[in-house]
């Protein structure tokens, strides 16, 4: 068992040794802490391997700046200065939540950065600040367009994050393909097959085969329906803030097996500003909202698990099976870890 602190700890020694600057691996270390306390572990150690690949390739600016620009007073761009997307978030989080608090609404793009962690955790710090959220980023390019048999978009996630009063915060996180390719992966490791409608092999036909559907395609979630929505995403995390789509991503990749170049926009929205001058309690009417949604037996608002395992990872530490940290271990030149 690992405490939430070690788990950091481990990935920060990690990520530093291969050569990447303090300022750019804590941010990292703390998302891959939060996330494997969380339970998402396909966005939590597990990640190092990538990331250790696309520094050890140099695809990867590892003394990377990011620097933040106000473009208008609602609008803020950071770039990434071909680094990782965490150090990129964290540099343009507060002129975010300042520009949504003042105007009501307000809107980041991440550039020039290489995105590789779970959005949710992304959020957490906005609506933590009692404002809404939205995020979206395209991934690794692996997703067929419905209909279609070869890939097209990324996995291409998207979030919303809505403030509580005294309760933990409404957060939800989910790739528009079926599944995240991270757990396809870790599937593949388990050995273990793929329900059918997953994805499809290199020739377009059905497969339950991970490495298949690896080499093939994933399926979009809801047939036509997340296949808009994936379109959707690379629009607004492509074009929209001057990044590429999936496929020219996937164009510039060099095989290191780390996370695509790829923009993030974050929206922002305050609920007490959208609020101002009526007499609606939105606070109250929320939470009248999800009281009526718990009394529908078996029902669990979207983080619920989540919190909970944060919780118990709190309580009781964190399980990481030997065989991962053995691999994990080896990343580092010095081997110590």
């Known amino acids: 068992m690992m ?59 590892v003394l990377a700046r990011p620097r933040c620009e106000r473009i ?19 540099i343009g989080l507060t002129a975010l939540i300042e520009a949504a608090e003042t105007n009501g609404i307000a809107a980041l793009a991440l550039t020039n950065c290489y995105h590789f962690s779970a959005l949710w955790h992304d959020l957490d710090p906005i609506v933590a600040a009692g404002l809404a959220c939205w995020a979206f980023t395209i991934g690794q390019c692996i997703v067929a367009p419905h209909g279609g048999t070869h890939r097209l978009m990324g996995t291409n996630p998207i979030a919303f994050g809505w403030p509580r009063k005294g309760q933990r ?28 409608g997953w994805g499809i092999d290199a020739s377009g036909e059905p497969t339950r085969d991970p490495q298949a559907a690896l080499a ?59 609020n101002s001058g009526l007499a609606n309690d939105w606070q109250q009417q929320a939470e009248n909202f999800f009281a009526d949604a718990r009394t529908q037996p078996g029902i669990r608002l979207p983080s619920d698990r989540r919190h909970a395992a944060r919780q118990r990872s709190e309580e009781e530490g964190i399980s990481v099976p030997n065989a991962l940290l053995d691999e994990l271990r080896k990343l580092s030149p010095r081997d110590d870890s």
């Open 3 to 61: 405490t939430i602190a070690e788990v950091e700890d481990f990935a920060f020694r990690i990520l530093r040794d291969n050569g990447l600057a303090d300022h750019q691996a804590g941010p990292i270390a703390r998302a891959m802490a939060v996330t494997e306390a969380a339970g998402s572990h396909s966005h939590g150690l597990y990640r190092l391997i990538g990331y250790v690949g696309s520094i050890r390739s140099g695809r990867v600016n």
């Open 72 to 90: 208008a007073s609602s609008f803020i761009r950071v770039d990434g200065d071909n680094g990782f997307a965490p150090a990129a978030h964290s």
């Open 169 to 196: 915060p409404f957060v939800f996180d989910f790739a528009t393909s079926v599944v995240a390719r991270g757990e396809i992966e870790l599937m593949s490791r388990a050995g273990k097959m793929l329900p059918q």
């Open 216 to 274: 093939g395609a994933l399926l979009p979630f809801g047939g036509y329906k997340g296949s808009a929505l994936a379109m959707m995403v690379e629009l607004l995390a492509g074009p929209l803030i001057g990044e590429p789509t999936s496929r020219q991503a996937a164009a510039l990749d060099n095989g290191d097996g780390g996370p695509p170049l790829g923009g993030e926009l974050l929206i922002a929205m305050s609920p007490a500003l959208f």
